[in-house]
């Protein structure tokens, strides 16, 4: 298994715009979980998905993020309309519910907002 | 919910010393800690975990302690190594049924050669 795919590794975008970040998580695993990491703030959970269907989106920011797992393969995580401060890297990760629960990371998306 | 402490924030040690980093955490229900090592630009890594019913836990040169009574649980890292230089997450992940984890702020590792 390739393990967890983020794309883009890198956007850079201007303040306004809509930023799309995109997620394939390890096959087989049911959980998957958004993070941002700043200096300021560590790696805080955005929001994480058990089997496509949300489950904790209390730390999505505010109004302008939304996220969305369409099948068990893909998840998106929006910004629109980006600001500075959303500048971050963006992790997703994902883990499976059996003995092993690790929870495996992508590489992240370096956004930065201009 | 859960809130992680990770101490110190930095810490810099001579190669072959060891190296120590404490956390706590406030849910008692939490069952699971792992520590994630984090290289510059990298992704987090799981290095080690342990769970509530374990009170030690090693892997050649890691060890990870957990005190359940006090809800606090240290990283040890013996014959450090300039390739230990990083930063280490503590994380917990809280019961019923929680699943996500909750990090504590990271503390950068220099193990100077």
């Known amino acids: 298994d390739a393990g967890v795919i983020q794309s883009p590794r890198h956007e850079v975008t201007e303040m306004g715009q809509e930023v799309t970040l995109r997620c394939k998580p390890i096959?087989?695993?049911?959980?998957l979980f958004w993070y941002r990491q700043t200096m300021m703030r560590g790696l805080e959970l955005l929001i994480y998905f058990n089997n496509n269907v949300p489950i904790d989106d209390s730390g999505m920011p505010e109004d302008r993020f939304s996220a969305k797992m369409p099948n068990a393969s893909f998840s998106t995580l929006k910004i629109q309309p980006s600001e500075p401060r959303d500048s971050a890297v963006y992790f997703c990760?994902?883990?499976?519910?059996?003995?092993?629960?690790?929870?495996?990371f992508g590489q992240g998306t370096r956004l930065t907002v201009v | 919910g859960e809130n992680v402490e990770q101490h110190p924030s930095t810490l810099s040690v001579q190669e072959g010393d060891s190296a120590v980093i404490k956390c706590t955490y406030s849910?008692?229900?939490?069952?699971?800690f792992p520590w994630y090592k984090q290289e510059l630009g990298k992704r987090p890594q799981l290095i080690i975990d342990?769970?509530?019913?374990?009170g030690e836990k090693k892997d050649q040169r890691i060890a990870v302690t957990l005190n359940k009574t006090a809800k606090h649980f240290s990283l040890h890292i013996t014959e450090t190594q300039p390739e230990d230089s990083a930063v280490y997450f503590c994380a917990a992940r809280g019961g019923a049924g929680r699943r996500a984890l909750t990090f504590g702020s990271g503390t950068r590792l220099q193990v100077q050669p």
């Open positions: 990760a994902s883990s499976s519910t059996g003995a092993n629960t690790e929870a495996f």
């Open positions: 342990i769970r509530s019913n374990v």
């Open positions: 096959s087989g695993h049911d959980y």
């Open positions: 849910d008692s229900a939490s069952n699971y």
